[in-house]
């Protein structure tokens, strides 16, 4: 089973900067099969990012992925007070099981 | 509009069984596969099973924790994915999420709150 390690657990910025999310896998993803999710108090997860760098329908493009084999990157270029939430990456490479990260919790500084 | 709606949660004993259902609207339901995800409280994401679309046989997979007690079903006339969970035990404790897709999970449900407790 693929373990997914999130970094950092929580980081803590202001509207207006730059996010990096890092998710790094215990083994390589097989042909970047990775996803990012945002979820928000009280509500459902939603998908932001698949195959690594891929935006979901309705994503807005302050939002992208990067990365490959073990290390995966989420970036938000420029942050709106409605992104602060927790992310969550997704491996699909090898499934089943799907694996998901630990969450990284992004808080308004 | 796709949409995803569970029911069926709520306080059970251990021990005993509880069946949850995944009411879809917006797309053509037998086309898909469909995926449970449960959070328990103030946690990740833990993806519980799926099951794949009778074009792919209507298999299902199950994550090692429920293997042997869950069961996933669907009822393609209904637009209805069904989680059967037997000898619940506190740790199943959760929010569990219904899903379209076995790889990538979009739409989510609301989830629906199961609470396992004496």
């Known amino acids: 089973e693929i373990v997914l390690t999130q970094s950092p657990g929580t980081l803590s910025l202001s509207p207006g900067e730059r996010a990096t999310l890092s998710c790094r896998a215990s083994q390589s993803v097989s042909s970047s099969y990775l996803a990012w999710y945002q979820q928000k108090p009280g509500q459902a997860p939603r998908l932001l990012i698949y195959?690594?760098?891929s935006r979901a329908t309705g994503i807005p493009d302050r939002f992208s992925g990067s990365g490959s084999g073990t290390d995966f990157t989420l970036t938000i270029s420029r942050l709106e007070p409605e992104d602060f939430a927790v992310y969550y990456c997704?491996?699909?490479?090898?499934?089943?099981?799907?694996?998901f990260g630990q969450g990284t919790r992004l808080e308004i500084k | 509009e796709v949409q995803l709606v569970e029911s069926g949660g709520g306080l059970v004993q251990p021990g005993r069984s509880l069946r949850l259902s995944c009411t879809a609207s917006?797309?053509?339901?037998?086309?898909?596969?469909m995926s449970w995800v449960r959070q328990a409280p103030g946690k990740g994401l833990e993806w519980v099973g799926f099951?794949?679309?009778?074009?792919?046989?209507?298999?299902?997979e199950y994550a090692a924790s429920v293997k042997g007690r869950f069961t996933i079903s669907r009822d393609d006339s209904k637009s209805i994915a069904y989680l059967q969970m037997n000898s619940l035990k506190t740790e199943d404790t959760a929010v569990y999420y219904c899903?379209?897709?076995?790889?990538?999970?979009?739409?989510w449900g609301q989830g629906t709150l199961v609470t396992v407790s004496s």
């Open positions: 195959g690594a760098s």
């Open positions: 099951i794949r679309s009778k074009a792919y046989g209507g298999t299902t």
């Open positions: 899903t379209r897709g076995l790889a990538v999970f979009d739409p």
């Open positions: 997704q491996q699909y490479g090898s499934s089943p099981p799907n694996t």
């Open positions: 917006g797309f053509t339901f037998g086309d898909y596969a």
